[in-house]
Every structure is written in C-alpha cells, then in structure tokens.
C-alpha cells in the first residue's frame, strides 16, 4: 500500500517513518510532504492508499488539506497524527471524515491500534 | 492560571522517552542564566481564551544530541536546520500537551527557534507563570510558561 506523510516538520516525518517500521508496515511504499498543499498534489498525482497528517501546518493545515480532498471527490483514507487531542478537535476531525486522530508523543502500539485495520485489511 | 509540576514533568519526562528514548528528569536547578555557553530556545505562541506562550530552552550540546537521534544521524553530520527542526517540534508538542490543560478555546502558533549565548526571550505584557528545570543526558532542559497578562 502506498503511504503518505505530512508534516511541516522533517524531524517528525522521520519519527512517524520510523514508527510505521516498528509497528511492522515497513513493507508500505511512503513519500512525504511539507505541508497540505504538497499533500494535496501528492494525493492527485500518487493517489496513496492512506494519508497520515499532521495538523498544524503553514499555508494549508491538516483540516483544510483533508477538506480539500473531500473537496475533489476523493475518498483517500485520512488521519491526523497531531500534537493536540481535544474534544473539539477530535469531533472536527471525525466530521469532516478523519478515521483516526493519534496525539505525539506516540508509540508503535497505538500505530498498530489505530491503522491495523487499514494497512491489514 | 496554575500549572501542576506533576502534569509538566510527566508530559516533558514521555515526549522525552517516547520520541528519542532519552530521560529527562525534573531537577531544582534554575539552568537560566546560569550558563553563558550557547543555547537555544523554542516558543510557541498560545492565544484564545488563554494567551501566553511556552518556550522550551536547552543547551547546544543536548540540541544537538536529541536532534542525532531524531534523525539517526552521527552528531557531526547534522545541520543547524535539522536542529532548529528537532527543537521546534519538540517545543510543539510539549506545547501542543501543555494546551490540553488549559480552559476554554485556544490555539497555538507554529513553533519558532532561536539560538545565541546570554540572551533572554519575553512576550510582551506576559510574566512567568511556571518554571521547571530539568537534565538530560547530564544537560540542561528548562521549560516556561509565559501568561500575558
């Protein structure tokens, strides 16, 4: 399956890559992106099987990326791995079709939690 | 605004150990100015129902170590971008959890970094409202809360 990551920071892009190895998806194909107008670009262009985000981003953060996508008729399978986890982020996120919402710092168990079902399935 | 030293030091101690599997302990220390060496800090600006900022300020020589195992890199490989990378998304995400905390409405700016020796870092109209030092790898990690008030 083909993995995207989004993240303004490289250091973090690095750590969710890294975490996706211990999780046991190192077999997945990954690219990156700096923020959500790349993604966005990325998606058109690479079409991945799922898109990992971050949430806060220059020139297009994680929702409007997500919103963007949704705008084009896709239906790419979306979750933020973001530093904040409030309710009112948690419940933007799941009505605007986000799957899963991860908080940093994370592990490899809620990596498996969280996108077994879509890299397994 | 009261901020509990138990919550800061246990969000500090898991970004730590999570994100590099370095310790960061709590220590009575007050690292600030008390090294002319050079340092660098981060901030994050909050605002909404609270307004501050938080700034998380460290030495070159943990920078530098934190920023190697971040990229599993040799510490004479890595770039002052990497480093400035390394410490503004640790500064994001302690920031990041140091919101949850706090009531009401709020966001946070992306991170900025800055570096140099003897320097002091403010918000105006803000004041500190915690403190807490902390050593790592036997370096020093100091992190603030800054409410404007």
């Known amino acids: 399956m083909k993995i995207l990551i989004v993240d303004d920071s490289k250091a973090m892009r690095m750590i969710v890559s890294r975490t996706l190895r211990q999780a046991g998806f190192g077999d997945h194909e990954c690219k990156e992106a700096s923020d959500g107008v790349e993604g966005m670009a990325l998606v058109r262009e690479w079409s991945p099987d799922l898109v990992i985000s971050d949430w806060n981003m220059p020139n297009m953060n994680g929702l409007e990326f997500l919103q963007a996508i949704k705008a084009d008729g896709l239906s790419t399978p979306f979750g933020f791995v973001t530093t904040e986890g409030s309710p009112q982020m948690r419940q933007a996120s799941e009505e605007a079709g986000s799957l899963f919402l991860i908080t940093k710092p994370f592990t490899a168990d809620s990596f498996k939690t969280h996108l077994g079902s879509i890299l397994n399935g | 605004m009261h901020f509990s030293a138990d919550d800061i030091n246990q969000i500090t101690s898991d970004i730590w150990t999570s994100t590099l599997g370095l ?10 100015g008390q090294s002319k060496e050079r340092s660098l800090i981060g901030c994050i600006q909050v605002t909404g129902d609270w307004e501050g900022a938080v700034t998380l300020y460290c030495s ?64 105006p109209g803000g004041k500190v409202t915690f403190q807490q030092s902390f050593e790592c790898e036997g370096e020093p990690l100091l992190i603030t809360i800054l409410e404007r008030v």
């Open chain 2, 60 to 123: 070159e020589g943990l920078a530098n170590k934190a920023t190697a195992v971040m990229f599993d890199m040799a510490p004479e490989e890595i770039t002052d971008a990497e480093v400035h990378d390394t410490l503004g998304e640790l500064t994001n995400m302690t920031a990041g959890n140091i919101k949850s905390l706090l009531p009401g409405d709020c966001r946070i700016s992306l991170p900025s970094v800055a570096e140099g020796i003897d320097y002091k870092v403010t918000i």
């Open chain 2, 23 to 32: 310790s960061a302990q709590a220590v009575d220390v007050p690292w600030e």
